[in-house]
Structures are given as structure tokens and as C-alpha cells.
């Protein structure tokens, strides 16, 4: 399997601000996605990343608040806009191959 | 819509014992099921999927359309199982594999 990393690892920010993940993958990869894990909650699918179009929001999420970008096939990045507390998350990138999904090691978002 | 049912959010046995994660999904169509795990300070790792069969760490998970359910079994709990675990369901569409919400197993010596 392809090597998955992201930056950065966590990072503390104040709410109104915004920050950008980036995930890199040392392969070409076809599918992309971006998910969300709260404590105690779902690790929820928040977008499907792709090559050369936008990208596809699950319901609940939308393009301004969390936009995507994906330049090429081994890279993306997941901007998490005007944040707040609520905000606050894990945020896992994630690639298919095959059958198999592999995930990133996260980056650990705390908003103030 | 899709769905994935984790009843139990925190489950412990001792050591030894037989455990069982529940899982029951409300998909559409023909799914795949998955079961991921996630042991501390690890990334998040495939443990078996229901198309392959196999028993992987000595677990299994049997898949049961009329329940809708896959529930992951292992006949006796060892230490190292204390993780985090996630079912997930893919539907045919573009590949997007939606989880549960997990349950915390923790196997006590």
C-alpha cells in the first residue's frame, strides 16, 4: 500500500480563523476522501476528493465551509473555514485501493 | 440512505472471554461490510472484510442479510484487542465507505 501522511499533526486555532490539511500520498491514487472523527461520535465521511473536478459533499457538509482541493493524484487539501468550537475534530484523508481503504494518521484540530 | 448501527459505544470483557461487537447496517442494494480497526496511537487499519471470509487476529464476522447485521465475533478476548472498532458499509457508487460509530472494546487481564 501507498504511504498516507498529512500535516500538520494537530494544531490549536482561535474560532473565525481557518486552516488548511494537507494529505500526500507517495502514489497516484484515483480516489481521495476526507473524514471527520469527533469522540464518541461517527467517523463521518465529509467529502470524496477528485482529480480535476470538485469535489462531492456528503449531506451536512458544504464547499465553503470545508473546500477541497485536489491538483493531482497524490495529493489534497481540506480547508476547515471561520472555525469554531464545534469544529473541533480529528480530520483523517483517506485513499481507496482496490477494496481496501487506507487512512492517514489524522491531524487533531482544537478551536478556541 | 445508508446507515450503520453500533449499539454498544463502550464494551469490556476479561481476558479469555468470548466478545462480540454488533453491527447492523440499512443499506440498499448489495453493500460491503467492513470492520476497522484502531488501536491507541495507531492509525486506522482494515481488520476483515465479509467478501473475503477469513479470520483475521482470530476474529470473524459473518454476514447476515435477513438481519442486516455483521457482527464480529472472536472466541476468546485477548489484551491486545482493546481498540477502537468500526463497521463500515460501501455501497457500489463511487467507492465511499461509511462507518458506525464505534465501539470501544477493552479486554480487562
Known amino acids: 500500500s501507498a504511504v498516507i501522511s498529512q500535516k500538520p499533526s494537530r494544531d490549536i486555532c482561535q474560532r473565525g480563523t481557518s486552516l488548511t490539511i494537507q494529505c500526500q500520498v507517495d502514489?497516484?491514487?484515483?480516489?481521495m476522501f476526507w473524514y471527520r472523527q469527533q469522540p464518541g461520535q461517527s467517523l463521518t465521511l465529509i467529502a470524496t476528493?477528485?482529480?480535476?473536478?470538485?469535489?462531492?459533499?456528503e449531506s451536512g457538509f458544504v464547499i465553503d465551509k470545508f473546500p477541497i482541493s485536489r491538483p493531482n493524484l497524490t495529493f489534497s487539501t481540506l480547508t476547515v473555514s471561520n472555525m469554531s468550537p464545534e469544529d473541533s475534530s480529528i480530520y483523517l484523508c483517506?485513499?481507496?485501493?482496490?477494496?481496501?481503504?487506507?487512512f492517514g494518521p489524522g491531524t487533531r484540530l482544537l478551536v478556541l | 440512505a445508508q446507515r450503520v448501527t453500533q449499539p454498544e459505544k463502550l464494551l469490556s470483557v476479561f481476558k479469555g472471554a468470548p466478545v462480540e461487537l454488533k453491527c447492523n447496517y440499512s443499506?440498499?442494494?448489495?453493500?460491503?461490510l467492513f470492520w476497522y480497526v484502531q488501536y491507541s496511537r495507531q492509525r486506522l487499519q482494515l481488520l476483515l472484510r465479509?467478501?473475503s471470509r477469513e479470520s483475521i487476529k482470530g476474529f470473524t464476522a459473518d454476514l447476515n442479510k435477513g438481519e442486516t447485521s455483521f457482527h464480529l465475533k472472536k472466541p476468546f478476548a485477548q489484551e491486545e484487542d482493546s481498540a477502537m472498532y468500526y463497521c463500515?458499509?460501501?455501497?457500489?457508487?463511487?467507492?465511499?465507505?461509511?462507518f458506525g460509530r464505534g465501539t470501544q472494546l477493552t479486554v480487562w487481564p
Open positions: 483517506s485513499y481507496l485501493a482496490g477494496e481496501t481503504q487506507y
Open positions: 502514489s497516484q491514487v484515483t480516489m
Open positions: 476528493a477528485n482529480q480535476g473536478s470538485e469535489a462531492t459533499y
Open positions: 443499506y440498499s442494494g448489495s453493500p460491503e
Open positions: 465479509h467478501i
Open positions: 463500515g458499509v460501501r455501497g457500489s457508487t463511487l467507492g465511499r465507505l461509511y
